[in-house]
């Protein structure tokens, strides 16, 4: 996953997080988690980083790049983390969990101040926030892919058209495009109406 940083990536083996300069093949940092990592996520500036283990799946961790110092973490309560994005400005998280719901979180309190309901609470797995942070997207195990709106909570489409798991999904063109890709072998582009 690319940072938005001085060229850098990052990337997991097994419980490792390790950050690295593009351009001089360096490592810049490495993080180690009790086990795998699930997933994880750069801040909008590149100077923490989000990330789940296996080991606890029901939290959401932030961590300092510059001296890996544990930040704040979100907890799942009875659930567990399937994605999770920092909002563009870096003051709020939105996470996917296993019951089926994505939360807006503030992280000046850790606590979530939207609660969003999948198709029927079916499981979702992938997430992306509008460049502008008003708008998310989200798709679940039923293929569909549902568009957001962050500041009042309202659905404002279902995107269907995918026949198997979707495991990508971007928003594009600022903001006026959704791009989709799945296991149906197919990449789809959905242009947003006003």
């Known amino acids: 996953l690319w940072s938005p940083l001085d060229k850098q990536f990052g990337c997991t083996a097994g419980g490792t997080l390790k950050i690295w300069n593009a351009l001089t093949a360096k490592k810049v940092a490495s993080i180690k988690m009790p086990d795998n990592i699930d997933f994880f996520s750069f801040s909008p500036d590149g100077k923490q980083v989000l990330l789940v283990d296996q080991t606890d799946k029901k939290t959401v961790n932030i961590v300092q790049l510059a001296d890996q110092k544990l930040l704040l973490s979100l907890k799942g309560y009875s659930w567990e983390f399937l994605a999770a994005a920092f909002s563009p ?28 309901e999948a198709n029927g609470n079916i499981v979702v797995n992938q997430i992306a926030i509008s460049a502008d942070g008003n708008k998310a997207i989200s798709v679940g195990i039923d293929h569909s892919i549902l568009y957001w709106d962050l500041k009042t909570g309202e659905r404002l489409a279902q995107l269907s058209g995918h026949t198997e798991l979707v495991n990508a999904i971007t928003f594009a063109d600022h903001d006026r495009k959704i791009v989709s890709g799945g296991h149906d072998k197919t990449i789809k582009v959905w242009k947003i109406s006003k």
């Open 89 to 116: 400005k870096g003051d709020k998280v939105l996470t996917a969990t296993d019951d089926g719901k994505l939360r807006l979180w503030d992280l000046a309190t850790a606590k979530p101040i939207l609660t969003l």
